[in-house]
């Protein structure tokens, strides 16, 4: 089994490292900072001393009734297409930590979002907007430690996302009847603590993998907004055969652990006629993994997964087509 020739390095290219920046939307705005269940197959394992390079595209369409965008309130109900490209660049170093093996990954993600609906408020009434924008969003650089026992692989460590991306409030023309609210960025950073694990088997190809993290935002200051702790739990299970392909499941839950806060939210409970803005999610779909192979002179591996979200609660429901190749340099 492929695997098995080299059990840290072919099989776990396309891991957590691939890349964690979001888009700009966040929960104000209807999803995270953190993409959810990026940390799936290999989630616990930090690869052996060396440089890895990959790249990451996330085909995301997604619906919600009610969000607050670039601290624009908007009641309609909004859907959501967006294109990502996610560079990732992890070195992992040959000197121990805490008796483990500790990284660096710098993650730089590219984006194309495009919000539609049809307002129903006053004054833009019976108006389809269209909304979109393009470039490089929030960057993410993690610090991670990862230790291993036989079969059992385990790691901890802490994202911060920085608020690179341009960010603007929403603009809205009464005369052409357009709404400008998206941005490439979120205007806030974001910290995102996490400890995963795997129990990787490579005599059989089996593999159990779980995370779980949460996220703390400082407040939007352009928007009086404060988005609340959430949590993030990620798995996956996978088997892999002797040819290199692997087979699999995935999953994800997501809670926000308050309420959001300060003057944007308010007046987004208010003009939504919302209780609460505690938003949650869960998705869950097949993955396909494939490791072993080489290209441009370079170990190779290559992972796609389609995940379909449920149980929404002020977040975008999404369906999401994610294909990641990743490099061994």
Do not use: C
Request: no cysteine.
């Amino acid at each position: 089994m492929k695997i098995g020739n080299s059990p840290l390095r072919t099989a776990l290219l396309g891991t957590a490292l691939a890349g964690f920046a979001a888009p700009a939307l966040a929960v104000e705005g209807g999803i995270g900072a953190y993409f959810l269940g990026t940390r799936d197959t290999l989630a616990g394992i930090v690869p052996p001393p060396g440089t890895y390079l990959s790249f990451t595209y996330d085909r995301l369409e997604g619906n919600v009734e009610g969000l607050s965008a670039g601290g624009l309130p908007i009641r309609a109900d909004t859907d959501l297409t967006l294109d990502l490209l996610r560079v990732g660049i992890t070195q992992s170093f040959a000197a121990p930590l805490w008796g483990g093996t500790p990284a660096l990954n710098l993650t730089v993600p590219f984006l194309n979002p495009e919000l539609t609906w049809t307002a129903v408020t006053p004054p833009l009434d019976g108006a389809a907007i269209d909304d979109s924008t393009s470039g490089i969003g929030d960057l993410s650089v993690t610090g991670l430690v990862g230790w291993h026992s036989d079969k059992l692989h385990y790691s901890t460590g802490l994202t911060v996302y920085a608020p690179t991306g341009n960010y603007d409030t929403a603009t809205v023309n009464l005369k052409e009847r357009t709404v400008d609210a998206l941005s490439n960025g979120k205007n806030v950073w974001t910290f995102q603590p996490f400890v995963a694990a795997t129990w990787l088997d490579t005599s059989t190809g089996f593999e159990a993998s779980g995370a779980m993290s949460f996220l703390f935002s400082t407040e939007n200051s352009a928007t009086d907004y404060q988005t609340a702790p959430a949590l993030q739990l990620e798995g996956a299970v996978v088997q892999r055969i002797r040819s290199g392909w692997g087979f699999g499941v995935t999953g994800y839950f997501y809670q926000q652990l308050d309420d959001d806060s300060g003057k944007g939210a308010d007046q987004t409970r208010a003009a939504l006629g919302a209780e609460s803005l505690q938003a949650r999610v869960a998705g869950a779909g097949l993955i396909v993994t494939y490791s072993g192979g080489t290209m441009f002179g370079a170990e190779m591996s290559l992972k796609a997964k389609y995940v379909t979200e449920f149980a929404a609660k002020r977040r975008f429901e999404s369906d999401t087509f994610i294909l990641n190749i990743a490099f061994a340099l």
